[in-house]
């Protein structure tokens, strides 16, 4: 049987399809919906603690899709490849939902001294003397104090704002005026973006690390780890690719997309996405094991809070949701070609990252630390972050359906255009 050799060709219109409305109507629905329920749950537990903490797993995962697509945004800048084609458009959007991350942010920064224990002592050692804290959370309090206190706290926080903001802001300015440019500029263009993203993705790894020890962290004051902030860097690009991946193969129901995202990329893209499993695996069992082989009763408190009290369920639940399922799956190469298949498993591998932020979160209140139980509250953790990202998803496809979804004088559409057997 002949193939037929001919490239195709991108339609006319190059916008969202109009489905992408649909995608925002649920979002804020689903929105409203479980924000009735979480009220309802604060209500019933006759507090609203559970609600914050819950708030700063949602802060954590939307700002992980926010400020992970700006850095994902600039990796495919500086590395260059058909799959930034595909991606490019919805890591911009992403990055373009800032406000809501910083938004979300003001409350944990008016709230935090219901939050942080660092927050709430001011005398440290009338703290020790009434039994409030033990000696060495008064310790590392004291000793961390000219970091961590709540004028610290939001300068730092507002400096990285500022910082990621610019960077969007700068990356998508750009991207319009060489949408608007000649084909003939495109060298140019491709050296400029990579000027800006290689020190970019420096600055946010820097910034970022910042942020992750600010508002997790540093809920545990005597807890230090120096992977810390690469473990939440390797955790943003594990589901902003699964984000990127869902929306990319959503959106190839309709054009633009039903043209551009051809199999071949997308097996690309489940590929990439198997080597942030990896790496994922790699870096926190790494961590887990220089600590517990090294015993130091400085950090292995951190790990028994997590593990002991019924948290051991919760930890081997974490590993089979977070690396074991994702990693088995995507070993498939029948499951990255198809589309179906792999955005089932990207969809689980964005749910597995909430889970995971759960376990780093819960264990560091003294309520809950060696001490798993069932409350109303616990509940919040469901409910809360439901809420936050679908309000978050409804701003995104705001932001998605502000350009069109393809670069036209990008030097790879001519051959993302092509028939994937041509190069077979």
């Known amino acids: 049987m002949a193939h037929d050799t001919r490239a195709k060709t991108l339609p006319a219109d190059l916008g969202a399809p109009d489905f992408v409305n649909g995608w925002k109507s649920r979002s804020l629905l689903v929105g409203v919906v479980f924000s009735v329920i979480a009220a309802g749950l604060a209500f019933a537990d006759g507090s609203i603690e559970h609600v914050l903490r819950a708030w700063v797993l949602g802060l954590m995962l939307t700002f992980g899709f926010s400020v992970g697509g700006l850095a994902l945004l600039m990796v495919q800048y500086c590395s260059g490849g058909k799959w930034g084609l595909l991606l490019r458009r919805p890591l911009e959007a992403m990055s373009r939902t800032l406000p809501v991350v910083f938004v979300y942010w003001v409350v944990v920064a008016l709230e935090m001294k219901r939050l942080y224990l660092w927050a709430q002592v001011s005398d440290v050692a009338a703290a020790l003397k009434s039994g409030f804290i033990n000696e060495v959370q008064a310790h590392c309090i004291e000793f961390k104090r000219p970091m961590l206190n709540p ?91 699964a984000l990127g991946i869902i929306v990319s193969v959503s959106l190839s129901k309709a054009e633009p997309f039903k043209t551009v995202l051809r199999q071949v990329e997308q097996h690309d893209l489940g590929k990439l996405t198997f080597a942030f499993v990896m790496l994922n695996i790699y870096l926190a069992f790494a961590q887990f094991l220089i600590i517990w082989s090294g015993n130091s009763p400085e950090e292995i408190p951190w790990y028994l809070d997590r593990i002991r009290g019924h948290w051991g369920v919760i930890i081997t639940l974490d590993f089979i949701f977070h690396w074991l399922i994702p990693f088995s799956l995507l070993l498939s190469r029948d499951i990255k070609r198809n589309k179906k298949r792999l955005v089932r498993v990207c969809q689980w591998i964005v749910f597995a990252k909430a889970f995971d932020l759960f376990w780093l979160i819960e264990p560091n209140f003294k309520d809950a630390a060696r001490n798993l139980h069932f409350s109303w509250g616990i509940l919040e953790y469901a409910a809360v972050p439901v809420a936050m990202t679908a309000f978050w998803i409804a701003f995104f496809c705001t932001r998605l359906q502000s350009r069109p979804l393809v670069q036209t004088n990008d030097p790879h559409v001519a051959e993302i255009l092509e028939p994937e057997h041509v190069h077979a």
């Open 151 to 241: 004028g610290a706290f939001v300068g730092v926080s507002l400096l990285c704002f500022a910082i990621w903001a610019y960077y969007s802001w700068r990356l998508t300015s750009l991207g319009l005026k060489r949408d608007s440019d000649s084909e003939s500029n495109t060298p140019y263009w491709i050296k400029k973006l990579e000027n800006i993203s290689g020190p970019g993705i420096v600055v946010y790894s820097l910034t970022m690390t910042a942020a992750a020890i600010y508002w997790v962290m540093s809920l545990d004051p005597t807890w230090y780890s120096s992977v810390y902030g690469l473990l939440f860097l390797v955790g943003q690009g594990y589901s902003v690719l």
